[in-house]
């Protein structure tokens, strides 16, 4: 048997911080003892300087294979998924070929994720065009939900849907049980915007903001709520941006419908009035807005209205970012952010007093509850998986390219000063990185 304890003075649990020792059997927690009561067949893990936190759940990936694997792949995102604390990721259907709106598709992804992750993965199925007829389907083949677009998406392949495709597609969805995961802004907004841009400086920070207003959010979510109305289905917004959108947002959870609503780091740790002009590695969709929204959506999450923080993880080549030429309008948008976003987190929470709990609770067990692993992802509980990472919350550290560990090591994050250093990552009862390196081979495998 395969038993081992993981020993430290702080144990991030869902009920509070404690002195403990982890046990565990075969990969799965069996206990939560005294570090006395550890049986002698246990291999022991001590951590005394260290706190251990349940593994980050990231739901918002994009690993882009197969059919992209330049961009990324399996192999790159979970080594930096390993690096930065999380032991599981959900991959999104687009930017791979094909996109996983068919069980085919979905197939072809397992076969590429075969034998290269480090890391445990679940893939998200997609919504897009009328391709109604999989949506039963791809639930039964095993994914825990679906993406949309209700705006063009950035790739051709994977289309957005406009309102009479999410009413056509809404009562399958609804029937699965599982949550639709949406971009939410409206191309109305942002057709209006754009003519007001014509003869825009597009190296201008301040006019990409411009360019994708909070209106084109508003419009979307409002749209969102009505329809999880009518229908009944689950509806999980996606990296919500726009904090004007809150009141209805909580509005919509005190109705009791099944709304809810994430927010990635790069929304919680930078500014628009931060950015500077030309700087594209800052790009992404929705944008970064102000240091008010800023600390309204702080407060959503404290509130509860925000449920989870996840990254969007969403690399490219280097030349797809244009950093040559600094131009807003052709850059892709994407923020590439896996192996740092604990960090990044903490050292913003920590700077608002907030708990390691809390910590967990954003991006570990609500994060899984959305993906349906909320049995075995997401907390150190008896049961669960023995998902861990073993953080120093309170040593200081400067984000450097080597230590990103995804294909393309660029990142607004870089030259960042960032509290929080994950020293080891275990997926189920396993070190995949430790010290600064990783496992010598993959072990993660689709949950």
């Known amino acids: 048997m395969n038993r081992r304890a993981f020993l430290s003075q702080r144990v991030v649990t869902p009920e509070g911080v404690r002195a403990a020792a982890i046990l565990a059997d075969d990969g799965r927690i069996t206990g939560i003892v005294d570090a006395k009561a550890v049986p002698a067949e246990h291999t022991i893990y001590r951590f005394d300087d260290a706190c251990i936190l349940p593994g980050v759940v990231d739901t918002h990936v994009h690993i882009n294979e197969p059919g992209r694997t330049e961009w990324e ?75 949309c677009f209700l705006v063009y998406p950035g790739c051709d392949g994977f289309s957005m849907v406009d309102e009479a495709q999410l009413r056509a597609a809404l009562p ?32 201008r920070y301040a006019n990409y903001l411009a360019s994708r207003p909070d209106e084109a959010e508003l419009e979307a979510i409002a749209l969102m709520i009505r329809l999880c109305r009518e229908y009944g289905a689950r509806v999980h917004i ?31 740790y930078f500014a628009a009035e931060e950015i500077p002009d030309g700087a594209t590695h800052f790009k ?28 969007d993880h969403s690399p490219c080549p280097p030349e797809m970012k244009r950093m040559d030429e600094g131009s807003f309008q052709t850059a892709w948008g994407g923020i590439a952010s896996l192996s740092v976003g604990l960090a990044v987190m903490w050292t913003a929470m920590r700077a608002r007093n907030w708990s390691l709990v809390d910590l967990a609770r954003v991006m570990a067990e609500n994060p899984a509850r959305l993906a349906g692993l909320e049995q075995r992802k997401g907390r150190i509980a008896v049961g669960c998986d023995a998902d861990l990472v073993v953080l120093h919350p309170e040593q200081e550290w400067t984000v450097t390219p080597q230590e990103l560990y995804f294909r393309h090591r660029i990142s607004p994050y ?4 960032l509290s929080g250093r994950v020293a080891a990552t275990f997926v189920r009862g396993q070190q995949v990185f430790a010290q600064g390196q990783l496992a010598s081979g993959p072990m993660g495998r689709e949950c």
């Open 172 to 203: 399958h969805v609804a029937r699965t049980g599982l949550p639709l995961l949406v971009h939410a802004e409206l191309a109305g907004p942002l057709e209006a915007a754009a003519k007001h841009l014509e003869q825009a400086d597009w190296r």
């Open 284 to 311: 992404c969709a929705p944008p970064v807005r102000s240091k008010a929204n800023q600390e309204q959506l702080w407060q959503g999450l404290r509130d509860g209205v925000i449920d989870m923080v996840v990254t």
């Open 414 to 417: 870089v030259g960042e000063r």
């Open 73 to 147: 792949g399996f192999a790159t995102a979970t080594q930096a998924a390993a690096a930065g604390g999380v032991t599981t990721l959900v991959d999104m259907p687009l930017n791979c070929l094909p996109e996983t709106t068919t069980v085919a598709a979905l197939e072809a992804k397992r076969r590429a994720a075969a034998g290269q992750c480090w890391v445990d993965w679940k893939p998200w199925g997609g919504v897009a065009g009328d391709n109604q007829p999989h949506i039963a389907p791809l639930a039964a083949a095993g994914v825990p939900g679906y993406k």
């Open 238 to 268: 996606v990296h919500l941006a726009a904090a004007q959108a809150l009141p209805m947002l909580q509005q919509a959870r005190a109705e009791g419908l099944p709304v809810t609503v994430e927010t990635c780091p790069h929304y919680l």
